[in-house]
């Protein structure tokens, strides 16, 4: 059966985007429509030694894929020594780039990377990038060595990108306040590798203070170091930040250090998140609890708006920190409630049955120490209240809570994937 060229390109854009290499192998007439159809090109990923030493297979990639917006991954392994080809290609390009994914060894060769591409080819003004949308800059380990340090190349990277919404940088490398780069940033990453000791919490509040549309702010650690709780700190800045709607950081750590400084208004969805990257939960002390969960009692002073609260493998919850979460005194507005990976004791659950009447979602995944009488406790006494309504519940996780407690608590609210 004949099939025009323009419904096998159409299939062939449907399939995953290392298909390529497979495609050219099977027949000639398979090679000559993914040579002639751009949009199967545009993912480039650049991360082998011998892509550097040899870039002819980069130029054949960029022809095929004519004028189409790029996303591009640049990935230096170490022991290259000779970027330059490489980044001569690059950029020529970076009109199209639509995504830009840099990911170095040590700190230094972001400079090396953005004086070559980010720049202008006299340097003195940003190489223009009118269709990026996302740029993620991480870093494997620590280094003193800057390439360049009487110039800061974050300064007019990549200038004007009017479409850069997502901004991940690590804190090893981070944007001066003055880069043009945040004005029109919406999301903004700190992303901490493993060998990343701290960030710098003044630092990392000016540049978040500099990005006027800020929406979304993550932090992402590894270790739990706090200059709160080495030096006593109780910061006294306060950066306020009028557009924040969502918040996601590892704790503890420095992230709690720099969600303890900002005040945001219109703040609705705050997540905790105890686990790290390298899918261990955090070790919590003594020190990391309280941390925790003074920082969660300060949170709605500064937050009065929050709707939705995700605490991910926050060890401890005590008995006193889950009826204040509950409490219609301070999370006023909370809404929706998602606990996983706790080890919140029944006691410290029920003690909050009947508060918090704006609530009507809770989640509660992987919590060992919660018993179905405790649930059933729980949804009785909000029952009782007049604080169930349209309340929804979703139990996954917890060995405690079987299938004949949740058939109970399902005669006073929804429970979730479950029908009886």
Known sequence: MYLPFEVWSHVFCQLPNNSQTQLMRVCQFWRDIAKATPQLW???????????????????????????????????????????????????????????????????????????????????????????????????????????EDRDYFEDAFYPSPRLRRLTISPLRMPPPSSKLLSTVS???????????VTPVEGALNTIAAIPHLKYLKYSGYHSFSFQTSHSLDYPRVEVLPHLEEVDVTVPGCGLDILQ?????????????????????????????????????????????????????????RADTCEWLFSQTDFAHLEELRIEGSTMTDGAFTQSSSLGPCLHRLELIDCEDITGNALITYIEARQLSGHVGDFQLLVSGCPGVEDKHLAEVSRFVTVEGVDY
């Open 187 to 197: 999301a903004f990453m700190i992303v901490s590798g493993p060998d990343d000791q």
């Open 261 to 317: 400084c900002l005040e945001a208004p219109t703040l609705r969805s705050v997540r905790l998140d105890g686990s790290r990257e390298d899918g261990q939960a955090e070790d919590w002390d003594d020190e990391g609890v309280t941390n925790v969960s003074a920082s969660l009692k300060r949170l709605p002073q500064r937050a009065p708006r929050i709707q939705r609260l995700d605490l991910h493998s926050i060890e401890e919850l």
């Open 42 to 148: 545009t993912h480039l990923h650049i991360g082998h030694t011998h892509q550097f030493d040899d870039p002819t297979g980069l130029w054949q990639w960029l022809e095929r894929s004519g004028s189409c917006p790029l996303d591009v991954v640049l990935k230096i392994p170490l022991g290259v020594t000779d970027l330059r080809p490489t980044l001569v290609l690059l950029h020529s390009q970076v009109r199209r780039f639509r995504v830009l994914n840099i990911a170095v060894p040590t700190p230094d060769i972001v400079d090396t990377i953005l004086s070559s591409i980010a720049l202008s080819e006299g340097k003195s003004n940003g190489n223009t990038a009118p269709l990026l949308e996302e740029l993620c800059i991480t870093i494997d380990e620590m280094s003193n060595r800057r390439a360049d």
